[in-house]
């Protein structure tokens, strides 16, 4: 059954390729190259050809625990007609929604999330940087399946929604029209969702829609330009660190001698912000990060002028 569902994300690879060369085009000739460090890029493209790969053997593994609760558990029979898809476009947005927000606000999570938001660019080759470690998603789609919608369904409404937030990153669109930035996810809403700006950090989670953010209350705009990366970013190209690397640090940081039994599950179970807070504390650092700025040295001094 699981050969039932399309493979839109393998049909979308030469959408991807044919739109990262207009947007590298496009750039280049408006003078600001999205494309410049091609470290970054390849770092990205090696990511998602991970991804790929991964979630071609995970997605099988999930459609069956899917159908397992479907066939057990479910609530009701929501069959296939129009307003059934319908609904599971919302149901499985509002699942992103919170897939989302929970991999931001609790470290075990960012640690698969963070691959995402580890380039200092922004680009549709950003889009393409996705995680090795896609498994902790099960458990934010399993209750569509324990109301009724069909695995075929959910599995084909995550890759939609996946392909829609592709082509959110991009600088090379500005704000859309009014009524579309008021309820759909847009450019300038994820670039503040990427953002390390204080102000931007934790916001905008949608997927498709933007409507949770304002009902939740985690809805930012746009505003001053965007510092795109992390508050501490990575000194590395190489894609295992920037796959593995926050896992790293949780078990450095959970096995640390002298911590208490709190400390611990802290620096696994409680947000990332809390984690570079305890590393202040306990006069501790995280790894993968870009060492302090050398001072500038001070500028000599002009001679003083001869006197006449």
Not at 28 to 50: I, N, Q
Request: proline share 6%; hydrophobic share 45%.
């Amino acid at each position: 059954m699981l050969s039932t569902v399309p493979d839109i994300i393998l049909w979308a690879i030469p959408l991807f390729v044919i739109t990262m060369v207009l947007e590298a085009v496009e750039s280049y000739r408006d003078g600001e190259p999205a494309y410049r460090d091609t470290r970054d890029t390849a770092a990205s493209l090696s990511m998602g050809l991970g991804n790929v790969i991964i979630t071609v053997f995970w997605k099988g593994a999930a459609f069956a625990g899917y159908l397992l609760v479907w066939d057990n558990l479910r609530l009701f029979d929501v069959g296939w007609a129009w307003w059934a898809w319908v609904a599971v476009l919302f149901a499985d947005d509002l699942a992103y929604y919170w897939f989302h927000r929970l991999h931001h606000e609790v470290r075990l999570f960012w640690a698969s999330h963070v691959v995402h938001h580890s380039s200092e660019k922004y680009n549709l080759g950003t889009a393409l940087r996705q995680t090795w470690t896609p498994m902790s998603g099960f458990l934010f789609w399993v209750p569509l399946a324990f109301i009724g919608f069909h695995p075929v369904m959910i599995l084909t409404m995550q890759a939609i929604s996946l392909v829609y937030q592709y082509w959110i990153h991009t600088e090379r669109i500005d704000r859309m029209w009014a009524p579309i930035e008021l309820v759909m996810n847009t450019p300038s809403h994820h670039r503040v969702h990427h953002g390390s700006n204080p102000q931007y950090i934790d916001k905008n989670y949608g997927g498709i829609l933007i409507v949770w953010d304002r009902l939740f209350g985690t809805f930012e705009a746009e505003g001053e330009r965007d510092r795109y990366g992390l508050t501490k970013n990575l000194d590395t190209y190489n894609p295992v660190k920037i796959a593995f690397h926050e896992y790293l640090d949780i078990a450095r940081d959970a096995t640390r001698p002298g911590l208490t039994v709190g400390d611990r599950l802290g620096f696994v179970f409680r947000g990332p912000g809390w984690a570079y807070g305890k590393h202040a504390e306990l006069g501790l650092a995280p790894r993968w990060t870009k060492p302090p700025a050398a001072p500038l040295a001070p500028t000599p001094a002009a001679p003083a002028p001869a006197e006449a």
